[in-house]
C-alpha cells in the first residue's frame, strides 16, 4: 500500500488529480458538457459485481462516440480496491485461476481509463495499475498474469501512455511526467515479475 500511496500523493502534489487551474470564484463558466454515457454507467458502480457486467459490455470501439474534449471518468476505486480483496482471498484458497481473473479486471479497467485518453484518465489508469501490480507482487504472482491487457514488454507500456495522454503530456512539469513513467515501468515490473530498473535515461522528458 505504500508504493500506492506514494504514486497517489506524488500525482496530486503535481496537479494531476485536483486541477491547478479553477476559475477563481465569482467568474462566470460555462456549463460543462454533458457526461457521455460512460461516465454516466461509471457513476453508479460501487463494486466489483456491477464493474463485471459494465466491463463485459463496454464497446471499444465506440466508448467515447459521446465524451467531449478532456472528459474526466469518475473516480471508481471501490470497485478496484473491490477486486484487490478478492484476488487476495481467492489467493488464500490457491484458486490461482480466480487471482489472474481479478487482476486481469483491474487491468481491463484501467485500459478503459488510458484508451479514453487525456492526462486525467491516463494517471487514473495508471494508479489502478499501481494497485494491481502490487497486490499481485504481494501475492506471489508476478509474471503470472495472463491478460491482454498487459503488454508484451514495458517498450509498448510506455508508448501506450505517451499516445493516450497526446499534447497533454507537455503540459505537466517534467518530474511529475518522470515520476509517472517511473511508476508504469514498476508496475510493469511487478505483474511480470521483471526486475525493476530505472536509470534517468530511461525516461521519455
Known amino acids: 500500500m505504500k508504493a ?5 500523493a506524488v500525482l496530486v502534489s503535481c496537479g494531476f488529480a485536483l486541477g491547478e487551474h479553477k476559475a477563481p470564484e ?4 460555462d456549463p460543462a458538457p454533458p457526461s ?22 463496454v464497446d471499444w470501439e465506440t466508448m467515447r462516440y459521446d465524451s467531449y474534449p478532456g472528459e474526466r471518468l469518475p473516480d471508481t476505486r471501490s470497485a478496484w480496491h473491490d477486486y484487490a480483496r478478492q484476488a487476495e482471498s481467492s489467493a488464500t ?8 481473473d481479478r487482476i486481469g479486471q483491474m487491468l481491463k479497467l484501467a485500459a478503459l481509463y488510458q484508451q479514453f ?12 495499475r499501481a ?23 514495458v517498450a ?15 503540459e505537466v512539469r517534467p518530474v511529475c511526467w518522470r515520476h509517472l513513467i517511473q511508476t508504469a ?21
Open 4 to 8: 500506492l500511496l506514494t504514486v497517489t
Open 26 to 29: 465569482g467568474f462566470h463558466r
Open 36 to 57: 457521455s454515457s460512460v461516465s454516466q454507467a461509471l457513476l453508479w458502480i460501487a463494486d466489483a459485481r456491477k464493474m463485471d457486467q459494465f466491463l463485459t459490455g
Open 93 to 100: 484458497r490457491g484458486d490461482d485461476a480466480a487471482v489472474n
Open 117 to 128: 485518453g487525456g492526462l486525467q484518465n491516463v494517471v487514473k489508469g495508471e494508479e489502478i
Open 131 to 153: 494497485l494491481a501490480a502490487q497486490t499481485a507482487q504481494s501475492l506471489g504472482y508476478g509474471g503470472l498474469i495472463h491478460s491482454p491487457y498487459l503488454e508484451p514488454n
Open 156 to 170: 509498448e507500456c510506455i508508448a501506450s501512455i505517451e499516445r493516450q495522454t497526446g499534447a497533454e503530456n507537455t
Open 185 to 205: 515501468r514498476q508496475s510493469y515490473a511487478r505483474l511480470s515479475g521483471q526486475s525493476f530498473d530505472s536509470p534517468a535515461d530511461n525516461f521519455s522528458r
